[in-house]
């Protein structure tokens, strides 16, 4: 079983930066996809991006361009850069290993 944390959210200005970071426990497979998804009120949760274990990544349209997903194997780490925030990117982030394993998720708050 692997355990994730994630970690980085915050209140930030519209057209700011946050950088997300996921860490992994346990029974961690390099090998596997990891993926950044995201839930706002009243909305489902929505992949927001994923990369693989070898490196390749792909992103949702509505983040693609300002969003950055990267891993550190062998710190057992996912980290999502964010830039040019905007109010609808305010969501709870959860990171996930091979969807089988989901943190608690961490608040983004983009307003002014």
């Known amino acids: 079983q692997v355990q994730l944390v994630e970690s980085g959210g915050g209140l930030v200005q519209p057209g700011g930066s946050l950088r997300l970071s996921c860490a992994a426990s346990g029974s961690f497979f390099s090998g596997n996809v990891m993926e950044w998804y995201r839930q706002a009120p009243g909305k489902q949760r929505e992949l927001v991006a994923t990369?693989?274990?070898?490196?390749?990544?792909n992103y949702a349209a509505s983040v693609k361009g300002r969003f950055t997903i990267s891993r550190d194997n062998a710190k057992k780490m996912v980290y999502l850069q964010m830039t040019g925030l905007k109010p609808e990117d305010t969501a709870v982030y959860y990171c996930s290993y091979g969807r089988t394993s989901w943190g608690q998720g961490t608040q983004v708050t983009v307003s002014s």
């Open positions: 990369i693989t274990s070898g490196g390749s990544t």
